[in-house]
């Protein structure tokens, strides 16, 4: 399995730990106009440094509460 593919293995098994459906890596969340929020870093097993890890703010349970306030 590449780097890749094994990064983004990690981050689909941390959407079960952290409650949301869609992750993404630091490096993709700086390439990005959408709004995210940081979810913090994660030791992830094959991957020698730990990941810092975002959602996308609009993917978040608590956005779509807020959005429906609005």
Known sequence: MGVAVNRTARLESLTKQIGTPLLIS????SHIT???????????????APLTVHAL???????KVAEGNA
């Open 34 to 48: 959408e709004p995210t929020v940081c979810c913090g870093d994660f030791a992830v097993k094959g991957v020698a």
């Open 57 to 63: 703010q609009s993917a978040l349970p608590f956005a």
């Open 26 to 29: 630091d490096v993709l969340a």
